[in-house]
């Protein structure tokens, strides 16, 4: 993960993952051209999934009740 991904909101990061898969799957990039595009997807995608950890043990705290225990609320 590179410092930029690191400074990247979320949600630019998983719009710049989308446009690097649509390059990837359109087939017309040279193979060095989509090894770079590959490396730079995963870090976005490494990036991408600790910012949602860190957003569901935000919920979690959020969520526990005053005797400590978690109240995990169902959404329909």
Request: proline fraction near 0%; charge should be negative; aromatic fraction near 4%.
């Amino acid at each position: 993960m590179t410092k930029q991904d690191k400074q990247m909101h979320f949600e630019e990061a998983f719009k710049r993952l989308d446009v690097i898969v649509g390059n990837l799957e359109s087939g017309d990039l040279s193979l060095e051209e989509s090894m770079k595009l590959f490396e730079e997807g995963i870090g976005l995608t490494k990036a991408c999934k600790s910012r949602l950890e860190d957003a569901e043990q935000k919920i979690q705290l959020l969520l526990k009740n005053s005797d400590g225990k978690l109240n995990l609320e169902k959404t329909d």
